[in-house]
């Protein structure tokens, strides 16, 4: 069974710019979660996707943005970088659905940005 | 609000031997989900370890297990016989009511041979 796809693996920008990630999740899974780790701030969650809906969103600006294809598949763009928007951005995939309280997330290696 | 709180930043061990994590958790839900993630160089995230807040037996998954403390609010991670390959940031997490999932900071596990 594949695992979760990131890409691109890593990317340098530059201030202003934008950059988009994708995220292709394991076969099956249709809630797709996207995480920024950093240093500074760790594991923070950015918002999560499922069927195509976002359902939770995390404490980040309007700049980021997500959406979910209709085969699961996810982007997350980043508009108007900024320098302290360099970090790991990772996604996960999970079959969790509400009404249960398990539902592991399964991690992609994620995709390392550097902002200059 | 949700909080995870992992206080020991790095933690060494001998191979072979039995290490501790600690993990507290603060929720102001009655049903939540703790977890334990390790995360290799390579930056992925792994799951290792799940606990249900009405389970009444400790989580285990073959060297893992998991010490929940319900009343200490406590949900430390056991890794018996610690093995080289162990050596990674160990994750705690939990998710409540808001279906949001919250993460400690990590704590660094370096496994001496």
């Known amino acids: 069974k594949a695992g979760v796809t990131q890409t691109p693996r890593y990317l340098i920008k530059t201030r202003g710019q934008q950059v988009t990630l994708s995220c292709s999740p394991i076969?099956?899974?249709?809630?797709v979660s996207w995480y920024q780790q950093t240093p500074g701030q760790g594991l923070q969650f950015l918002f999560e996707?499922?069927?195509?809906?976002?359902?939770n969103k995390g404490n980040f600006p309007g700049r980021f943005s997500g959406r979910q294809f209709s085969n699961s598949r996810s982007e997350m763009n980043v508009s108007t970088l900024e320098l302290g928007d360099s970090a790991l951005y990772l996604c996960?995939?999970?079959?969790?659905?509400?009404?249960?309280?398990?539902?592991?997330?399964?991690f992609g290696e994620g995709s390392r940005l550097t902002v200059l | 609000a949700q909080k995870i709180t992992q206080t020991q930043p790095g933690m060494f061990v001998q191979e072979k031997e039995a290490v501790t994590l600690d993990c507290t958790y603060d929720?102001?839900?009655?049903?939540?989900?703790l977890f334990w993630y390790k995360q290799p160089s390579s930056g992925e995230m792994i799951f290792l370890i799940y606990?249900?807040?009405?389970?009444?037996q400790n989580a285990t998954e073959g060297r893992y297990s998991l010490n929940f403390q319900k009343a200490r609010k406590s949900a430390n991670l056991v890794i018996s016989a610690s093995q080289l390959g162990d050596s990674a940031m160990y994750f705690c997490?939990?998710?409540?009511?808001?279906?949001?999932?919250?993460f400690g900071r990590g704590t660094s596990l370096i496994v001496h041979p």
């Open positions: 996960a995939s999970s079959s969790y659905d509400r009404g249960r309280d398990t539902g592991e997330l399964f």
């Open positions: 076969s099956g899974h249709r809630s």
């Open positions: 606990q249900g807040s009405y389970d009444e």
């Open positions: 929720t102001s839900d009655q049903s939540y989900g």
């Open positions: 996707y499922f069927s195509e809906t976002q359902r």
């Open positions: 997490a939990m998710r409540g009511g808001s279906y949001i999932p919250t």
